[in-house]
């Protein structure tokens, strides 16, 4: 079974320059995650999809920050325009509905802001 | 608020012995507790969780915890550690009842390593 994938793994990008990072989750997950993991910290929760209507996107930096998921499979997570305190790697998952499911995790994208 | 705390940011310990990560909770409700592991460069991987039942549940290679309510806590427990169980390690809290947005917590995590 094919696991989370994200794309790109890397990306280096001046600041104000917008960015954009993909995501497949495993076939059959409904719900999708996108978390930003600063260096030394664990994951934070930037938006929560059930199928294709975000359920929480209560620590999406709105003004910046947009995602989408389109017919309620891959996903987009788009930053405009980029910040230097945006570096981190961004991380998606995928999980089966049901509140006590464990989360699949992606390798995550690595974005450097210069 | 919901919250995670693991104390140590680093556990030491010889291959072969025994080796504990801590993890401490906070949650308003009954709380699903899950760990992680992040090996350099990839994402998380389940562990295991605990839901209900049993407080001792057993998760993927080799590893498993305990769920203490009391002391609201779930400690990470390996009877012997490998050199390869040298990761970083995360644990993870969901709190219920509903109006919880199935979002997890997750604690700053804790670098396992394993000196042959």
């Known amino acids: 079974e094919a696991g989370v994938v994200q794309s790109p793994r890397y990306k280096i990008i001046e600041k104000k320059q917008p960015v954009a990072f993909w995501c497949n989750p495993i076939?059959?997950?409904?719900?999708l995650y996108w978390y930003r993991q600063n260096l030394g910290q664990g994951p934070e929760l930037l938006i929560r999809?059930?199928?294709?209507?975000?359920?929480?996107d209560s620590q999406l930096p709105k003004d910046r920050f947009s995602a989408e998921r389109l017919k309620g499979v891959d996903s987009t997570l788009k930053i405009q325009p980029a910040e230097l305190g945006d570096s981190a790697v961004y991380l998606c998952?995928?999980?089966?509905?049901?509140?006590?499911?464990?989360?699949?995790f992606g390798p995550g994208t690595r974005l450097t802001v210069t | 608020a919901q919250s995670v705390a693991q104390p140590e940011d680093q556990v030491n310990v010889a291959e072969g012995n025994p080796l504990t990560v801590k993890c401490t909770y906070s949650?308003?409700?009954?709380?699903?507790l899950f760990w992680y592991v992040q090996y350099p460069n990839r994402g998380l991987q389940f562990l295991l969780k605990?839901?209900?039942?049993?407080?001792l549940v057993k998760g993927s290679y080799g590893f498993e915890a305990e769920f203490n309510k009391s002391q609201t806590s779930f400690h990470l427990k390996k009877p012997s550690a490998l050199v390869s169980d040298s990761a970083l390690y995360f644990c993870?809290?969901?709190?219920?009842?509903?109006?919880?947005?199935?979002?997890?917590?997750f604690g700053q995590g804790t670098t396992l390593q394993v000196k042959p």
């Open positions: 999809y059930e199928n294709e209507e975000a359920v929480d």
């Open positions: 605990y839901i209900t039942g049993d407080n």
């Open positions: 076939s059959g997950h409904n719900t």
């Open positions: 998952a995928s999980s089966w509905g049901e509140t006590g499911a464990e989360q699949y």
């Open positions: 993870a809290v969901r709190a219920l009842p509903s109006g919880n947005t199935g979002k997890l917590i």
């Open positions: 949650v308003s409700g009954n709380p699903y």
